[in-house]
């Protein structure tokens, strides 16, 4: 499981490598911009079970750590989706990746 610290001091959230790759471009594509938004996930079970969000701005400290070495294949269809997600109104909301019959990679 990777960690995206936010802050400081560091907010320190748990995500999927998978997820955490597809984070990283969506949330660097909108901040290399100078674009602001919220970003919301549901928590997991163990951390309440309920909704978060923070306040995604260029000023704060951003860190993404991988468990893993390697970087995970990404889908170009989750990314947009995500974009979506974050130009609008409510921000980046995080979404489950859907199946694809294509390969997922890009």
Known sequence: MG???YGIPAVEIGF???VLAHLQV???AKLRRGESFFFSW???ANTGDGR???WMNNSI???FKYSGGRMPAL???WIETLMVSANSGLGLQLSEERA???NPGV
Do not use: A, F, M, Q
């Open 3 to 5: 960690k995206l610290l």
């Open 16 to 18: 999927d490598d998978r």
């Open 26 to 28: 969506v949330i660097g």
């Open 42 to 44: 549901k928590d997991d």
């Open 52 to 54: 978060s969000s923070i």
């Open 61 to 63: 400290p951003l860190y």
């Open 75 to 77: 889908n170009r269809e």
């Open 100 to 102: 694809t019959g294509e």
